[in-house]
Structure formats: structure tokens, C-alpha cells
């Protein structure tokens, strides 16, 4: 991404990106399991691509999972406040010194990889408590 001065006409663009693309493509997920494989293929990937143990990305999203469920009257029936509760944990990928939102925004931002389709249905899952 370019700084909007430096940027010209068939530069990258949201509307362009291939993060919007997806996006528009993804369904939120109605089960929680939908929820969750989204969640552990994203961390898998991102951890992959960042040089961040497994192990690291197995520990996180082990507890990320564990902090989303602990209103067990959400989970089964209303999924997107799970979603919001991933969104807005504190907790820190070990190896990145980062939670899972600044995570997310970094891999919108490089828009690239196949990460990007996990991206968007996890965002998709997050936007329908808006």
C-alpha cells in the first residue's frame, strides 16, 4: 500500500483488494465450528508465515478459544458475540508480541495469501454485531 500522494490511477485500492474480494464472497459462520476452523486456519497460517512455532499458535489458540467460550449462552446461540469477544481479547500471540486484532488488521493490510479467505469470514463473523 502506497501513501495516498504516492498513490496513482491502478494502484492498490480497498475496493481493488484482494481482502474486499473475499470478502464479499464469505458467509458469516452460523455454527460454531465454523467460527473455530476459521479462527485455528488463520492462526496456523499466520504463524507459518511469521516463523512463529506451532506449538506458540496451538498455545494461543487454545486460550483464545478458551476466553471466547466462557459465556457458554452465547456460544450456542449467539455466535457473533464470540466473534466480538476474539475481536476484543488482550491476549498476546507469544513470538509477535501481538492479540488477535492487531493480527487480523496486519494480514487485511498485506492483503496477500491464502490467509486472506480466513480473514475475511472471521471479519464477516465480527461485522454482525454492526
Given at each position: ?39 485455528r ?9 511469521a ?26 446461540s ?34 496477500e ?18
Open positions: 500500500w502506497k501513501c495516498l500522494s504516492e498513490a496513482g490511477e491502478g494502484d492498490n485500492t480497498f475496493q481493488k483488494s484482494l481482502f474486499k474480494q473475499e470478502y464479499d464472497k464469505a458467509i458469516a459462520p452460523a455454527y460454531q465450528d465454523q467460527l473455530f476452523c476459521a479462527l486456519l488463520f492462526i496456523t497460517e499466520y504463524v507459518k508465515t516463523g512463529i512455532s506451532a506449538a506458540e499458535g496451538d498455545k494461543f489458540l487454545r486460550i483464545l478459544q478458551e476466553e471466547a467460550i466462557k459465556h457458554p449462552d452465547e456460544f450456542l449467539k455466535l457473533q458475540h464470540t466473534a466480538q469477544r476474539l475481536w476484543t481479547s488482550d491476549l498476546k500471540l507469544s513470538g509477535a508480541g501481538r492479540a488477535f486484532y492487531s493480527i487480523l488488521n496486519e494480514v487485511i493490510r498485506k492483503d495469501g491464502e490467509i486472506i479467505k480466513h480473514a475475511a469470514v472471521l471479519t464477516r463473523a465480527i461485522n454482525e454485531l454492526c
